[in-house]
Structure formats: structure tokens, C-alpha cells
């Protein structure tokens, strides 16, 4: 049997498993939005002392390693999640380390001069987080916000190690039934591949109806 008609019995099923990819992939994108933007609001409050070390943790070991703690470690403590709900889990609170790093380098890079003509003008300090700080801030994390809900995407396959059957399992099952791992992996690779890339083709359209004169 040939690439093609490889392609034509198996691709399809295999394609099929983008669903389970995406829901996971937006539902953990969208937990680690939220937390993320707590972890920022925290880091400039005392709360920082636990916002930092979280990130820092977070971001110093392996998402691999923090799904196994969730799904296999947390039950030894009476914690048990069922495998979708641990690796949403797993996911969301990891992006959420790399999410709160996305706002604060942007909101440290809004030129100070703006803070402080703002300021002159009588610009409450909340004033000018929320017409001079945010608005700007946001539209600048959009580019990189796009780049984070594409790595979400790739590293959600690593919910094949515990057994939820999503893009990456359903090529391990093909594999496996049809000996034929090359391909089988290959269709994996390139269902990901069409995807991430439009995702990331799309970010660069948004970028440049955003653009911020005086930012490149
Ligand atoms: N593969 C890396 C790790 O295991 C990256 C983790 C996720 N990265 C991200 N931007 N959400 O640590």
C-alpha cells in the first residue's frame, strides 16, 4: 500500500483526533489566560511572593513531569482527577506561567515618557493603567499570545501518555494496528503542522491590522 492510499483509509480517523487536540487546547489556553493575568496583577502587589516562585517552578520543569504529578502523584494526597481534567489542568496551569511573562514584557515595554506625560496631565495611577497602560499592552501580547496557543496545541500531545485519545494517540493506534509507523506519524505530523501554521499565518494578519505606530 503507498503514501496515498494510506492517506485514504487511515487519514481521516486520524485527522478526526484535531477535535479532542483543539477543545483541550483552547479550553487549557483559556484557563492559563485568566490565570495568567491574576499571576501579572499579583506581581506587582505583596502577592508577588508567590506569583514569582509559581512562574519560576513552573516555567524550570517539565510540563511532562507536572502531568504526571497531577495525574499519578496528587491522588497519594486524596487529590484524584480523571485524565482529561488533569491534563487540562496540567496545561492551563503551565501556559499560565508563560502567559503572565507575555503581559509583564509588554507592559514593561510601554515607553515610561507616556506614563509620566499621562501622570502630568492628572492621570490617576489606575487611570493610566487602564487608558495608557492596558490597551496598548494587550495589543502588543496579542502576537505572542497567538504563539503560546500554538505551543499549547503541540505540547497537548503529550495527553497520549496518559491515555486520552486525541491527534497523537489516534496515530499511535494506526501505528500500532497497521505496523506502518512511519506514515501513520507522518499524517500526525502534518495535521498538526497545517493547523499551527495557519494559527501562527493568521497572527501575522492581526499583527499588522494592530500595529502601534512607534513599535516595530
Ligand atoms: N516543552 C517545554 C517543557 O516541557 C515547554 C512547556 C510549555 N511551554 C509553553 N509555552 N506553554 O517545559
Redesign the pocket.
Known amino acids: 500500500m503507498d503514501f496515498l492510499s494510506f492517506l485514504v483509509e487511515y487519514g481521516p480517523y486520524i485527522a478526526g483526533g484535531i477535535v479532542v487536540t483543539l477543545e483541550l487546547s483552547v479550553s487549557s489556553f483559556l484557563l492559563?489566560l485568566v490565570l495568567g493575568v491574576i499571576l501579572l496583577g499579583l506581581s506587582t502587589t505583596p502577592g508577588k511572593i508567590v506569583a514569582r516562585p509559581y512562574i519560576e517552578i513552573v516555567?524550570g520543569?517539565?510540563?511532562?513531569v507536572q502531568i504526571l504529578l497531577i495525574y499519578f502523584g496528587l491522588p497519594a494526597l486524596g487529590i484524584k482527577f480523571d485524565a482529561m481534567t488533569s491534563i487540562f489542568l496540567a496545561?492551563g496551569l503551565?501556559?499560565a506561567a508563560?502567559q503572565a511573562e507575555i503581559f509583564r514584557s509588554a507592559v514593561k515595554s510601554i515607553p515610561e515618557v507616556q506614563i509620566l506625560s499621562a501622570e502630568s496631565l492628572g492621570f490617576s495611577g489606575y487611570q493610566v493603567y487602564r487608558y495608557v497602560v492596558l490597551p496598548q499592552a494587550l495589543r502588543i501580547s496579542i502576537p505572542s499570545l497567538v504563539n503560546?496557543f500554538v505551543?499549547?496545541i503541540k505540547?497537548s500531545s503529550l495527553a497520549s501518555v496518559i491515555g486520552i485519545v486525541e491527534l497523537t494517540r489516534r496515530g499511535e493506534y494506526v501505528a500500532s494496528y497497521t505496523y506502518r509507523a512511519l506514515e501513520a506519524y507522518l499524517v500526525v505530523a502534518l495535521v498538526y503542522f497545517i493547523v499551527c501554521y495557519a494559527i501562527s499565518h493568521s497572527s501575522r494578519r492581526i499583527e499588522k491590522a494592530l500595529k502601534i505606530p512607534g513599535y516595530t
Open positions: 492559563g516555567r520543569t517539565p510540563l511532562l496545561l503551565n501556559s508563560y503560546e505551543t499549547v505540547e
